[in-house]
């Protein structure tokens, strides 16, 4: 006759016997050493490529800051030569009898370049008009662009 279980006995697993290994997991210390060193050199990977990405944003920032800065003066140049062609033109307008004296001592157009840098130029170009009243303009600008100039360029003359 079988006798019954204990039920103390079912839930209780037999005990095995070491032989010298165990179910823990361990972790070997070289192993922790070589990935806190390769944790470190990635973070200043990084850092180092931040730092080279800010300081290239940086000079290219200054660059056109320069640039537009140079852009600027060159527009207020401009239109300080334009402020001087106006009021040669009033007094001219004022002194002239009519339109052909008017057109035959100013012309039809007035057209200059102003430096912006090295390798740029502002050029203006104004169509002079004869007022019909007082209040109206002497003037309309006719081109004002930037051109790229190459100091090194050869000219042939003919």
Do not use: H
Request: net charge negative.
């Amino acid at each position: 006759m079988k006798q019954p279980k204990n039920p103390k006995n079912i839930l209780m697993l037999p005990k095995s016997k070491s032989n010298g290994s165990s179910s823990e997991f361990n972790i070997n210390p070289g192993l922790t050493s070589i990935l806190l060193i390769f944790a470190v050199l990635c973070l200043v990977s990084f850092a180092v490529l931040t730092y080279v990405s800010a300081n290239s944003d940086k000079k290219l920032n200054d660059k056109v800051l320069s640039r537009t800065t140079e852009y600027y003066e060159a527009c207020n140049t401009a239109q300080g030569v334009i402020s001087q062609i106006d009021n040669e033109l009033e007094a001219l307008y004022r002194s002239c009898s009519g339109s052909e004296d008017y057109f035959e001592e100013a012309g039809t157009y007035r057209s200059f370049f102003v430096e912006v840098n090295d390798t740029q130029n502002l050029y203006v170009t104004i169509d002079i008009l004869y007022p019909t009243d007082a209040d109206s303009g002497f003037y309309s600008i006719k081109e004002w662009y930037v051109e790229n100039i190459n100091r090194n360029a050869i000219i042939i003359e003919d």
